[in-house]
Structures are given as structure tokens and as C-alpha cells.
């Protein structure tokens, strides 16, 4: 019998090919992953060195916002401050003044972050309130050229309210960035400026996470950044005086001044100090909207400067909102002027 032929091992190259292929896009794979994880894990740094110090809370942060130059600096507004109501407010009225203020223009703001920065908004807002026209480029649409457009904007208001010793906290490139802590800090300046007919809430304030990159590493810290005080302080009148003293003793006992608030009464007594009859179509003997007591008061304090009073310093929309004190130091100067008179 004859033996069975032996069969040699035959080669399989395309087999061999495939394993070759798979384990070169494996090696590619890996790498590429590697890569990404790389990303990934400065990323996850990033958010754990800010979100660590702040638990349960976390903060809304973008990738980006991690991946800084050495010595750069990045901030954010704690989300729990968002979502304080009197921040709420701020914002609120502080649009709602914008659009008020910008209603010929058919300007609407819904955003202050992104409608504010590239500084055709601040522009017609500060031609508007100032009356005056700013030699600026209508519209740009280049990073450089809004730059150079808020840089005009900002000088204008800077010399504005430097005189009246406001402090600046805000400059191009914070605006520009969209920092609505700087576009408040702005705002707010603007609108105590030019005496808004809005009533900010008081003691705004917001925690900031402030995160730096130091030798590779990210650090964090948290600071209170205060938005608004009182009316008064942010008007410029630090001092205090005996109405202060007042309060401090004795606030509950000054709700009587309340009965001025619709500003009924300071006509009516402005008549009978100066010894004349208020015509009644000239004020709202029952005044039912806030604008309408606003004009009552405003018309009083026509009357008081008619009078030889100053103009006083309080606002009418300070009296119509029962700012006691404000409507105290109002009563004081017409004590004060007439208390000799018989």
C-alpha cells in the first residue's frame, strides 16, 4: 500500500493581512485614545479643582474654561447666586430700563451678556442718557473693531463718573468677554449716574470662582463680589447724619412718613406753606399707578426748588417706594426753611 501523501502547511497571506490591518487600527485606536483621555483628564481637573470646595453644588463650566495659559485667569458666577432672587431682580430691572430707555431705537435686550458685549448697545444706551452723539462706527462686526467701539463707549462713561468718585470695575476686554459681572458692576454705575426711574434692589451680592493657572495647576478661590449697596451709598451720600442715628433707634415709629409716598400730600402742603391754591388738574388727587404718583412727587419738588428750596436729593420713585429716609430728609428741608414761618 502506498502511504498518503503528506499535505505541506499551507500559507494563508490574506488572513495574515486582515491580523495585520486589525492590529495596526487597534495601535492607531489606542493611541487615539490615549490622546483624547489626555484631553479628558485636564479637562476633569479642571472641573473637580473648581467643583471640589463647592459640593453639592457644581458649577456650569465649559471646556475651555479649564485649558488656561500659565497665569491666566478665569471667572464664573457661582450657580446657586444665579439663582438668588435678588440677583433675579437686578437683572431684570436693569433690562427692563434698557429697554425702556432704547424703545425709539426698537432696540429689545433679552441677554445682557449677549446683547451688551460688542458695544452698539452701550452706545445708543449712553448717546440716549448722556444727549450726546459718539464718534463711533455704526456697526462692526470684527472682533477689533467692536474692541475699538467699546473702548470709545467706556472712555465716555469713565470720564462721566470718575469725577463723582466711581470706582471702575470693568474694562474692554471684561466687557467684551461677556463677564456679566463687570456688565452689572457697568450698569448699575450708568443707571445711579443719571438717576433711573427704577428702584434697584438693595445688597446684591454673588459668589465668584476665580481659577488660575499656577506652575501646571489650576487653583481656585471664592470670593463675594457685591453688586449693590443701598440707594443712598451708591448715590454718593456715604455720611451719616442724624437720620441715621435715627433709624438705629427708633424704626418702627417712622411709618407715618408713608402717608407722602403717593406725593398727595407734598403738593397740598407746598400750597399751604407758600400760602396758594394747587390747581387740582395740575396732580392726581387719587393717584392709582406708580407713574402717576412718581409725577405727584416730581411735581412737589417743582414747587419746593419754585420755593427757593434746592432740588432735593432723594428721587420722586425713592418717596413713591417708601424709602423712609429719603422722604424723611424731604420733610427736613421744608421744616428747616419754614418752621419761623406764622
Not at 498518503?4 to 493581512?17: F, N, Q
Not at 473648581?50 to 459640593?55: C, E, L, Q, R, S
Not at 431682580?89 to 435686550?109: G, M, P
Not at 427708633?250 to 411709618?255: R, T
Amino acid at each position: 500500500m502506498s502511504a498518503a501523501p503528506v499535505r505541506s502547511p499551507t500559507l494563508r497571506p490574506h488572513r495574515m493581512k486582515k491580523e495585520e490591518s486589525f492590529l495596526g487600527k487597534l495601535g492607531g485606536t489606542l493611541a487615539r485614545k490615549k490622546k483624547a483621555k489626555e484631553v479628558s483628564d485636564l479637562q476633569e481637573e479642571g472641573k473637580n479643582a473648581i467643583n471640589a470646595p463647592m459640593n453639592p453644588s457644581t458649577v456650569d463650566i465649559h471646556p475651555e474654561d479649564t485649558l488656561l495659559e500659565e497665569n491666566e485667569e478665569r471667572t464664573m458666577i457661582d450657580p446657586n447666586s444665579k439663582e438668588d432672587p435678588k440677583f433675579k431682580e437686578l437683572i431684570k430691572v436693569l433690562i427692563d430700563w434698557i429697554n425702556d430707555v432704547l424703545v425709539e431705537e426698537r432696540i429689545i435686550v433679552k441677554q445682557l451678556e449677549e446683547d451688551l458685549y460688542d458695544g452698539q448697545v452701550l452706545q445708543k444706551l449712553l448717546e440716549k442718557l448722556a444727549d450726546r452723539k459718539l464718534n463711533v462706527a455704526e456697526v462692526t462686526q470684527s472682533e477689533i473693531g467692536q474692541k475699538q467701539k467699546l473702548q470709545t463707549v467706556l472712555e465716555a462713561v469713565h470720564d462721566l463718573l470718575r469725577p463723582h468718585g466711581w470706582t471702575i470695575k470693568w474694562n474692554v476686554d471684561s466687557i467684551h468677554g461677556k463677564n456679566l459681572i463687570s456688565i452689572l458692576h457697568l450698569l448699575v454705575a450708568l443707571a445711579m449716574h443719571f438717576r433711573a426711574p427704577i428702584r434697584l434692589p438693595e445688597h446684591v451680592s454673588v459668589q465668584v470662582v476665580v481659577v488660575r493657572k499656577r506652575e501646571g495647576l489650576l487653583q481656585t478661590t471664592h470670593v463675594s463680589e457685591e453688586l449693590t449697596t443701598t440707594t443712598e451709598m451708591m448715590m454718593g451720600r456715604f455720611e451719616r447724619d442724624a437720620f441715621d442715628t435715627l433709624f438705629d433707634h427708633a424704626p418702627d415709629k417712622l411709618s407715618v412718613v408713608k402717608k407722602f409716598a403717593d406725593g398727595v400730600y407734598l403738593v397740598l402742603l407746598m400750597g399751604l406753606l407758600e400760602d396758594y391754591f394747587v390747581p387740582l388738574h395740575n396732580f392726581y388727587l387719587t393717584p392709582e399707578s406708580f407713574d402717576q404718583k412718581v409725577h405727584n412727587v416730581s411735581f412737589a419738588f417743582e414747587l419746593m426748588q419754585d420755593g427757593g428750596l434746592k432740588k432735593p436729593k432723594a428721587r420722586p420713585e425713592d418717596v413713591v417706594n417708601l424709602d423712609l429716609k429719603s422722604t424723611l430728609r424731604v420733610l427736613y428741608n421744608l421744616f428747616t426753611k419754614y418752621k419761623n414761618v406764622e
